[in-house]
Nanobody, 122 residues
Framework: QVQLVESGGGLVQPGGSLRLSCAAS????????MGWYRQAPGKQRELVAT???????NYADSVKGRFTISRDNYKNTVYLQMNNLEPGDTAVYYC????????????????WGQGTQVTVSS
């Protein structure tokens, strides 16, 4: 059974930092791309950052220079370090992952975690 379990969310003041973690089980983590998405109230879910199995990263323009995605293939965990947080970063953050091989992806699709709330407020 595949599970992606996020942790690390919470309430932080503007300018503060948080580190989100997503622990994966039931998958061959090292061959998966991983990513973080977020959804604010009344808005669509949007991409925050992704990381390939080889460590290449991609970020939404709104978080470039403030957020860093990383992964530890030994711990089957992906992280999102969030610095200089702004009220506009308030959202539920979701972990996402899927196999990079297109045949494996077509066979099984991708997976989502249950989400963790991040609130940036003074």
């Amino acid at each position: 059974q595949v599970q992606l379990v996020e942790s690390g969310g919470g309430l932080v003041q503007p300018g503060g930092s948080l580190r989100l973690s997503c622990a994966a089980s039931g998958i061959i983590f090292s061959i998966y791309y991983m990513g973080w998405y977020r959804q604010a109230p009344g808005k669509q879910r949007e991409l925050v950052a992704t990381i390939t199995s080889s460590g290449d990263t991609n970020y939404a323009d709104s978080v470039k220079g403030r957020f860093t995605i990383s992964r530890d293939n030994y711990k089957n965990t992906v992280y999102l370090q969030m610095n200089n947080l702004e009220p506009g970063d308030t959202a539920v953050y979701y972990c996402n992952g899927g196999p990079e091989n297109p045949l494996l992806y077509a066979a099984g699709g991708d997976y989502w975690g249950q989400g963790t709330q991040v609130t940036v407020s003074s």
